[in-house]
């Protein structure tokens, strides 16, 4: 039976499966292991042993192909990638559900079995596929994206001027894409509100932005005592704070007020990247070759994100110049075809690392900055590696992505099995599953 389609609900769940013959990628090491076998029970691998196991199992015959584990984008918006930015604020709320929750399918069927969104009204999508209800993938929330007027994430339009403090919301905090705060006090009540509905972590845009259309790339947003007070809400519920932010100033002034991980960073300058290594900050940053990424904007975004592709090489030579902790991710919007090519921008890393730095940097190190999450973490446990005790999130390749990490850009071909969870969501190896 081939499970790449069915409802999350009828994908295959065995009490254990058992993978033959396999050479991992444990998603640390930039050599495969020797043929071995692999034991899923129940979520976790449960063993691993070049010596044959024998359990009461479904049986996957590896033939010596790759297992190696899911895959993880840092920086996705499971809400707005299928919509247009006009469909996303004007369109009914339902129905934008129910696209982004096709997606959170596609997602999971390229491969990608954990996804950290980071700006978006994502909550009940992440709670459907938790319950079963859709295929896709686990979901680290921040929820709305909390911005300042005229910021990066203020889609109002001037009309919807002046803004009355305490007065109505507008449609895009309303539907919980984004929330305007212009004071600490403010900041504060936005950051523990996203909290409360379940984030992971909170989301700040500390400057301009590509697809806000009042929001200059290099102006600075919020203050350092507006970003403290988002800081201090998240440290209170045991988590951190991400911020948006391109320039020297922006990124400065986030770390000073003790935000754990910025966003993009194109523009940063030399003595910015000392300070993030030094203060050991995350950097989650997109490899942005070419104007694809503003295909669905105009021509004042598009003219920002060409200064960001400029800054692409600049931002991946000072990360590994001063070997900040990088994590990878995508920044999809407005674009179905786009989002086809997220294993392809995986692959493109090899422009700056090996192809055993890309896939570990896809998986292990962005599990890594998943768990700056602590208590707040939706999904305890290891993610990102295949080791004893993990979660068994878990892809088997047709070929060696190591010797050729091109492979993740076809995922319908070569991708064999999709595991989450200890579920299997596909498998083109057996029409039937067989037991021993």
Not at 195 to 208: D, F, H, I, P, R
Not at 216 to 221: F, M, N
Not at 394 to 417: H, Q, T, Y
Request: glycine share 8%; hydrophobic share 45%.
């Amino acid at each position: 039976m081939n499970f790449a389609a069915l409802p999350a609900a009828q994908a295959q769940q065995a009490s254990a499966v058992l993978f033959q013959n396999v050479r991992i990628f444990d998603g640390k090491s930039a050599t495969l292991s020797a043929p071995s076998n692999v034991l899923i029970r129940n979520n976790k691998i449960e063993k691993i042993s070049v010596a044959p196991i024998q359990a009461d199992a479904q049986v996957i015959a590896g033939g010596e192909r790759v297992l190696m584990p899911g895959l993880i984008d840092a920086h996705w918006h499971a809400m707005l990638v299928r919509p247009t930015p006009v469909s996303a604020m004007a369109d009914d709320v339902g129905y934008n559900n129910l696209l982004a929750a096709a997606e959170a399918t596609a997602t999971l069927m390229r491969g990608f079995t954990t996804v950290r969104d980071m700006g978006g009204p994502s909550f009940g999508l992440k709670r459907a596929i938790d319950d079963d209800l859709v295929p896709g993938p686990r979901i680290y929330p921040s929820g709305a994206v909390i911005t300042i007027t005229g910021g990066h994430g203020d889609f109002r339009q001037l009309t919807d001027l002046p803004r009355t403090i305490g007065g109505m919301l507008s449609r895009m905090e309303r539907i919980g894409g984004s929330m305007v705060a212009d004071s600490p006090d403010e900041v504060r009540v936005r950051a523990r509100e996203q909290l409360m509905q379940g984030a992971s972590q909170v989301k700040l845009t500390a400057g301009g932005g590509v697809a806000s259309p009042f929001s200059p790339l290099d102006v600075s947003t919020f203050t350092e005592l507006e970003l403290r007070a988002a800081v201090e809400a998240a440290e209170n519920w045991g988590t951190y704070v991400a911020v948006h932010a391109y320039t020297p100033v922006s990124i400065q002034r986030s770390i000073a007020a003790g935000a754990k991980c910025v966003e993009h960073g194109h523009l940063m300058d030399e003595a910015t990247a000392r300070l993030m290594a030094e203060k050991g900050i995350w950097l989650s940053t997109q490899p942005f070759l070419n104007l694809e990424a503003a295909s669905a904007l105009g021509p004042s975004e598009q003219a920002k994100m060409r200064q960001v592709v400029a800054g692409t090489d600049r931002v991946y030579a000072l990360a590994k110049k001063y070997r900040i902790k990088t994590a990878f991710g995508t920044d999809i919007l407005f674009s179905q075809a786009l989002a086809e090519r997220q294993g392809a921008m995986l692959a493109d890393l090899t422009r700056w690392y090996t192809a055993a730095e890309a896939l570990t940097m896809a998986t292990s190190t962005n599990a890594e900055l998943l768990s700056l999450s602590g208590p707040r973490n939706p999904y305890p446990g290891k993610l990102g590696v295949v080791e004893e005790g993990a979660l068994a999130d878990l892809l088997l390749v047709e070929g060696n992505p190591i010797d050729n990490i091109r492979l993740v850009e076809d995922p319908a071909r070569n991708f064999l099995v999709i595991m989450k969870g200890g579920k299997v969501y596909k498998n083109l190896l057996a029409q039937e599953p067989s037991r021993r």
